[in-house]
């Protein structure tokens, strides 16, 4: 794979559940190195790009690369690409984030990840926290172990699907430290949020769903300002 391919290729992408069109003929590319936003309102299709990526719902029709393997005939590779953080679920109450941590050690088969994962804990925060069962974890606290989780492998793919949603600034700006590592490292990420301001501050190319469909794509810097609200808005009516 040269540097000019794109390393996430999604090419009319339909996701049908029942009489619901989730997703309606999607197309997108994302690089390495690069960040991109999927941005929207509520029910536009974000979290459901986002878990036919991470190998979790498959496409209804459509072609989907990650990292080259097509995430229908070749789930596993492509799950092994990815660091993925949903929307919602995910994390196991009864247990803690060093068990989550230690868990996803495992299966990946990781060497030295106990150093890396204790510097990623303080970094947002949750090393207090590390042997606490996530039962009593407010929502922010929740997402924040979702991102370390996502990102402790450092995965050629980072998916992270809301990761700002309740999410304090210190949270915030270590989720951008986070982003801003795996982009230096030449990893490829896509951020999946509802938030115009964050989605620009974490991304540098942002994708405008809406309806199950993929409206604009365009620089972060032309999303900014009074102007690029009102651009935003108007993708949106
Ligand atoms: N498992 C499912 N079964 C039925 N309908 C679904 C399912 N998952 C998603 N949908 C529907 O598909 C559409 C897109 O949902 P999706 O969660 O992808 O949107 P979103 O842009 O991520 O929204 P939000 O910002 O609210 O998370 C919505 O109409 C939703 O109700």
């Known amino acids: 794979m040269t540097n000019s391919e794109p390393v996430v ?7 049908r559940f029942g009489e619901v069109e989730a997703v309606a003929g999607i197309d997108l590319a994302a690089y390495a190195g690069q960040a991109t936003a999927l941005l929207g309102r509520n029910g536009a299709g974000k979290s459901t790009t986002m878990r036919v ?3 979790v719902v498959p496409p209804t029709a459509g072609t989907v690369l990650v990292a080259g393997h097509d995430v229908r005939r070749d789930t596993l590779a492509a ?11 995910g994390l196991v109450p009864r247990a803690t984030p060093w068990e989550h941590l230690q868990l ?3 299966l990946r088969r990781l060497d030295d990840w106990e150093g890396p994962a204790r510097d990623l804990l303080e970094r947002f925060e949750l090393g207090d926290v590390a042997h606490r069962v996530t039962a009593g974890f407010s929502h922010g606290m929740g997402r924040r172990l979702s991102v370390v989780l996502a990102a402790m492998h450092q995965p050629q793919v980072l998916l992270l699907d809301e990761p700002f949603d309740g999410v304090d600034p210190i949270g915030v700006d270590a989720t951008m430290d986070v982003i801003a590592d795996a982009r230096a490292r030449g990893a490829c990420v896509l951020v999946s949020t509802h938030l115009r301001e ?5 991304c540098t190319t942002v994708s405008v769903l809406r309806g199950g469909s993929r409206v604009a794509t ?3 810097a032309d999303m900014q300002g009074e102007e690029g609200a009102r651009a935003y808005r108007s993708l949106l009516e």
Do not use: E, N, W
């Not at 290729?9 to 339909?14: I, K, Q, T």
């Not at 964050?198 to 974490?202: E, G, M």
């Open 104 to 106: 996803s050690a495992r």
């Open 218 to 220: 365009m620089g972060s």
């Open 198 to 202: 964050l989605a620009i501050r974490a």
């Open 53 to 55: 990526l991470a190998g």
């Open 79 to 89: 799950k092994q690409a990815t660091g993925y953080c949903p929307d919602v679920g």
């Open 9 to 15: 290729d999604v090419r009319g992408l339909h996701v």
